[in-house]
């Protein structure tokens, strides 16, 4: 192995323990306890250690959007693989999304409350973004509708689902009617 290629393994591994550290302390206590100097002494590097990788606490947040993103698909992919027809397929889904925005609620504000500097809907948005999206469409399309545009509905039932994921956590809606929210959002939306 090359100096340069040790070199640029190193790099990315601090990289990876920047933004691993950052996500075990916003889930820990919350993204406000995220700071550079904190994360400098976490991971025992200076301040422009962290600077020389991200410019900023932004650009951490967008990082940890980033892996929950692609860590988002995976997990509704798998929620959905098992499931035998459309709509144990939607329903699973749903579960999966609320699941993931459950035990995950740092990463879920850094992909949909925070300022990650990244790009949503647009041409330029990061493939894992449009990914998580397409974990959505994949089971989603199928019970749109007929006449229904299968991009936008998918939409509309993840704004559903987010807004279920984020008033049930802010304890606006109680939790344990979160499986019913689920089985009628199947119920009214889907056409199965």
């Known amino acids: 192995m090359s100096v340069q290629e040790r070199k640029q393994r190193e790099r990315a591994e601090r990289e990876r323990l920047i933004v691993a550290t950052a996500r075990e302390l916003a889930e820990q206590q919350g993204w406000d306890a995220v700071t ?6 976490r991971i025992e590097y200076s301040q422009p250690v962290l600077y020389s990788h991200f410019r900023g ?48 609620p740092a990463v879920y504000d850094a992909l949909f409350q925070l300022d990650g500097g990244l790009p949503y809907a647009q041409e330029d948005t990061p493939e894992p973004l449009k990914d998580a999206f397409a974990a959505l469409l994949e089971t989603l399309a199928e019970v749109a509708g007929d006449g229904v545009e299968p991009g936008l509905f998918t939409e509309l039932f993840w704004a559903s689902l987010h807004g279920i994921a984020t008033l049930t956590r802010t304890r606006r809606l109680p939790p344990e009617d979160t499986g019913r929210r689920v089985e009628l959002l199947v119920d009214r939306l889907a056409v199965l």
């Not at 550079?36 to 002494?41: D, K």
């Not at 798998?78 to 749903?94: I, S």
């Open 57 to 104: 606490k932004r650009e951490i947040i967008g990082a940890v959007a980033l892996q929950g993103a692609t860590e988002m698909a995976v997990a509704m992919r798998a929620a959905t693989a098992a499931a035998g027809g459309p709509r144990a397929r939607v329903t699973a889904l749903a579960r999966g999304y609320l699941d993931f925005a459950e035990r995950n």
């Open 36 to 41: 550079t100097r904190r994360l400098a002494e």
